[in-house]
């Protein structure tokens, strides 16, 4: 690759937000605060850096969107950083359930879109017929005596 084709290259990488690009100095620049801010918040477990080969922290535009917010929490609102952490924490749990109820209510759709048309129960009448019934309900006792249930699913 030609210098000029590597710096062309170079000029149009663009890093996603996850990725960790900034060394603790630059994040520190970039948000507003001391290195060793950083560092303490690190220890804390309200930003959680990746680590190179050799353990030095990298910091992603989430990391240091993180730490701003951090600081807003701390200096604007006047919360302790226990507090912060907190807050923190409720806002991770509050997003894996959404995630969470995401994946169920897509599993829920799928079946009852499994389940919508054409799906029938049947049951078996007294004399040994096959009575249709509505999905959820038993047989009337009329249809006979056998209290079984029998549930046909084409293509299972």
Do not use: C
Not at 111 to 128: D, I, K, Q, S
């Amino acid at each position: 690759m030609s210098a000029v084709s590597a710096m062309g290259a170079a000029a149009s990488f663009t890093p996603r937000e996850e990725d960790p690009v900034f060394v603790i100095s630059g994040a520190a620049q970039l948000a507003g605060m001391h290195a060793q801010t950083l560092r303490q918040y690190d220890r804390l477990g309200l930003v959680s850096p990746s680590r190179t080969r050799g353990g030095g922290r990298r910091y992603s535009a989430r990391d240091v969107a993180r730490l701003r917010e951090v600081q807003r929490l701390s200096q604007d609102e006047g919360i302790s950083l226990a507090g912060i952490k907190r807050i923190l924490d409720l806002e991770n749990q509050v997003a894996a359930l959404q995630s969470r109820v995401g994946e169920l209510s897509v599993e829920l759709e799928r079946t009852r879109a499994m389940l919508g048309t054409g799906a029938r129960v049947f049951a078996a009448g007294r004399a040994g017929d096959v009575v249709a019934v509505r999905a959820g309900q038993r047989p009337s006792r009329s249809a006979g005596r056998s209290q079984s249930l029998v549930v046909w699913r084409p293509g299972t």
